[in-house]
């Protein structure tokens, strides 16, 4: 991929490019830009509508101009409104905002825009924040023990709050999410969507074109259940302006909404009020998928790494599915989409490529992003990896030798004879060669390890058994 697919790098020289770590384009012609550098700094570029740059002025730039109030803040994350305005999320959790605040969507308790980045407190101010999105004029963040809070405009109930225009500082999305943890939140323009552990979805805000996929048109000023089909697992949601894609473990696509460009795929221009398998042949598995809430386009990527579009291209409706020579789905939106921005920060020099490959392996036990099997313990799902349990376990290689090509692509795991954590702590040992549990359920992780005829597992919790102390902290199988 180039930076030079987006106008608004074109200024760039490469002495700069070839410092650069993440980038995300946004703006009303994809003419904004932030960029961060491998040093943690950050730059502005392009117009600087509003003060969305965060550079101190409402000056536009063609050369990079650096945001001091972000230096060293080690941004992992931006989102963006229609502004528009910003949010930046920290690697400690913290969100900072900027840019337009007509209607609150800084989350700071006024409607003055913010040239700089202020940091969002007061009920976030303890919290830690693991994820952040913006609708056109309202923002989400999600905090790490799955709880979402909500500020901006409310006028479809976008926000979820008692009040009826705006919410000026972040309030928590309470009601049916009260008793969920929440692991992915997305905003269409004036709607929001959540997905909670378990795979469920829950939608609240403006309805008009069946964006909430409830079964009505109605607005929703509380999250309501999206009724997908029984056993289905979703993984992911992505919103556009006013249409959703939800992406499930088995790799398939539910959609609805507005479709009068053809975005949700079904080769015709009919909305839909409930969720739609999107069926293709030519797509097979899908890894991911993505749209923008400034825009009608739908990108899917597939299992075989090709890249799929439908919806408005180029100010074309294009009403089902068509593969496009692209390398990926950041270049898809580049070339095709109206304006040109850009989903989600595009990573060009991935910290991650420094990690040992077991400082990797942990880190991707249990990633619902990453993992293309889940296993359900109890109802609760273990996001896990196909190939790293059959190298790690011959109970699981026998089993998957012994499953087909067609139900390798949609298995999912069930099992009720261990307890949750154990059987969680038994498959992070494969990740991790650790054990990490209290002394109490180490016999039961005996029991398991014997019945999957573990014997390096065994040995080790046969130590932890006779020497209990051992446990206080996580435990490497080689003792």
Known sequence: MSLQNWPVFSFLEPKFISKIHMVIVYGSLGNEALIVTKDKMVYGVGKNACGCLGTGDHD????????????????KLFAYGKGPHVLALTADGQVYSWGYNTYYELGNGTTTQGSRPVLVGGTLSDKFVVDIACGGHHSLALTDDGVVYAWGKNSLGQVAATVH???STPSRVHSTLADKKVVCISCGHSSSIAVTNDGEVYSWGSNATGQLGIGNYINQLIPHKVALPSGVIIKKVMCGYS????????????????????????????????????????????????????????????EANQIFLWGQCLGLNVTEPIQFPVGCMHDALAYYASPGVMHQPLILH???EEMSLTDCLKEAFDDSSTSDLVIQVRGKPIYVHK????????????????????????????HQEFSYDVYRAFLKYLYTDQVDLPPESIRE???LANIYSESQLKECCMQMVMKPNTVDKPVPASL
Not at 285 to 296: F, G, K, P
């Open 60 to 75: 536009g730039t063609l050369c990079p101009k650096k945001v001091d109030a972000l230096r060293n803040k080690d941004i």
């Open 165 to 167: 225009v705006y919410q």
């Open 243 to 302: 249409h959703a894609l939800a992406l499930s473990y088995e790799g398939v696509l539910y959609v609805w909404g507005e479709n009068k460009y053809g975005q949700l795929g079904l080769n015709d221009k009919k909305s839909y009020n409930y969720p739609v398998k999107l069926e293709s042949r030519i797509m097979g598995r899908i890894l991911d998928v993505a749209t923008s809430h400034y825009n009608h386009i739908s990108i899917a990527m597939t």
């Open 350 to 352: 991935d910290e991650k």
């Open 387 to 414: 190939a790293v349990l059959k190298i790690r376990s011959q109970y699981f290689r026998r089993m998957f030798r012994n499953t087909s090509e067609k139900e390798k692509q949609s298995i999912i795991i069930k």
């Open 445 to 447: 992780l005996l029991d």
